[in-house]
């Protein structure tokens, strides 16, 4: 008896500690749902929803970005990038690996960890890493200018402020297709924030601010912040270069 007083003690004590910090986090999850939750709007394609596309690449200079060759930035001072845009490869830093991804033919991709050169069994592991983080992060600098990529759908969308809205559905490509971004523009159609609707998020209609925009040196002009909740998404450094 003693025994069994003590195995429903100690599994009591364990009961405890599981609720102790498993609670807070899915009462914090509920709040957080039911206070940002929101469904996927519905909206009109067509000429409009075309036109507001036209008008937010407008007001960035698509132009300028289209002929820009090489971009760098830093994502969350973790993941550094160099991208050589007419060459379609490229440089991903993280820790000590630097992967040199070839965009349109990926196993001529090389890795390196330091300064030498890597073709161990985790070679491809590293390549897909490297493309994961270069499909997410590329996205939070120059999403405004992939709203008519092959596999986009665009609608307009009237918010409750009355305001026009642009919602771009990503139907393929990228690492989550089916993704949905529905876009708060100003009165020069520069994004203020977009809406998320994304595969890797529990809560859809989350939003994050596109701030604190530059014109680079090429003429393309790029966020270097946003915020999406309590988080801060620095974008380091950017840099927009013709070579």
Known sequence: MPKKNKLKRILKIIGGIIIFFTLPSLLFFGFMYFKYNEDL????????????????????????????????????????????????????????????????????????????????????????????????????????YKVFDTGTERRLVKTEDGEDALLVTYTSGGSTPGDSYLWHLDKTGKPKSYQMWVDILPIGGLEATWENWIKTESGAVLPTFHKLLFFSLEMGEVKGLDL
Do not use: C
């Open 41 to 144: 709007p519905t909206g009109q394609q067509g000429a409009q929803a075309d036109a507001l596309a036209t008008q937010m690449l407008e007001a960035l200079n698509e132009e300028a970005y289209h002929n820009t060759d090489y971009l760098e930035w830093t994502f969350r001072g973790a993941h550094h990038y160099k991208w050589y845009k007419t060459d379609n490869t490229v440089e991903v830093s993280w820790d000590a690996i630097t992967v040199i991804l070839d965009l349109a033919h990926q196993d001529n991709s090389k890795v390196f960890a330091g300064q030498q050169e890597y073709n161990g069994t985790e070679k491809h592991d590293y390549i897909r890493k490297a493309e994961t983080y270069f499909n997410n992060d590329s996205f939070w600098l120059v999403a405004p």
